[in-house]
């Protein structure tokens, strides 16, 4: 079965630039979240879509949005880049439906911020 | 809401030495809960999951025990090796209202030496 997929690996933007990072989840999975890791902060929650629905939120900033695909396929995007930006994104897939079930992650997008 | 208290080390110890990493937690009900491990350039990867009161999770000689009465679900392996060296999160537990809205934090950085 193949795992949870993040594109591209690697993205080097300026600031004031916008970026899109694409997710496609293990097949079957409905929920798609999203999560920013920094040395500073750790790992922190973005949002969460389900069935093409965002179901949760985390604190950041309307720069940063997303959307899920009838196919289950996520995109986040951040626009007017900031230096603080620069992070690895990470995407997780579940099944969604459960509580006992766990998060698959991808290996994430590295996105730099010049 | 659901949340965890992890220590953040960074934890060094020799090969074959003992450890544990703690975690505590809190939550509504009996969520199932989960320790993840990040190998460097990559993403998470479930490590052992334990889905209700005394459940032992174990996998790679890592063990972790689900116990309500402590609320508490402490990482521990008997013998570590360099290849073990990572950061592992406890994750915090699902929460019936938010979903996977929470944060993970910074995890525990491990690193054995030979």
């Known amino acids: 079965k193949a795992g949870v997929t993040q594109t591209p690996r690697y993205l080097i933007k300026t600031r004031g630039q916008q970026v899109t990072l694409s997710c496609s989840p293990i097949?079957?999975?409905?929920?798609v979240s999203w999560y920013q890791q920094t040395p500073g902060q750790g790992l922190q929650f973005l949002f969460e879509y389900f069935s093409e629905t965002q179901r949760n939120k985390g604190n950041f900033p309307g720069r940063f949005s997303g959307r899920q695909f009838s196919n289950s396929r996520s995109e986040m995007n951040v626009s007017t880049l900031e230096l603080g930006d620069s992070a690895l994104y990470l995407c997780?897939?579940?099944?969604?439906?459960?509580?006992?079930?766990?998060?698959?992650f991808g290996d994430g997008t590295r996105l730099s911020i010049l | 809401g659901n949340s965890v208290t992890q220590m953040e080390g960074p934890v060094t110890l020799s090969e074959e030495a003992f450890l544990t990493i703690n975690c505590t937690y809190t939550a509504t009900g009996y969520p199932s809960l989960f320790w993840y491990v990040q190998y460097p350039g990559e993403g998470l990867q479930l490590l052992l999951k334990a889905t209700k009161a005394d459940d032992k999770g174990s996998n790679k000689g890592f063990e972790a025990t689900y116990r309500k009465e402590t609320t508490s679900f402490h990482l521990e392996k008997g013998s570590v090796q360099v290849s073990d060296s990572a950061v592992y999160f406890c994750a915090p537990p699902w929460d019936s209202n938010s979903g996977y809205a929470l944060n993970f934090g910074k995890g525990t950085s491990l690193l054995v030496t030979p």
């Open positions: 097949s079957g999975h409905r929920s």
């Open positions: 997780a897939s579940s099944v969604g439906t459960y509580s006992n079930q766990p998060q698959h």
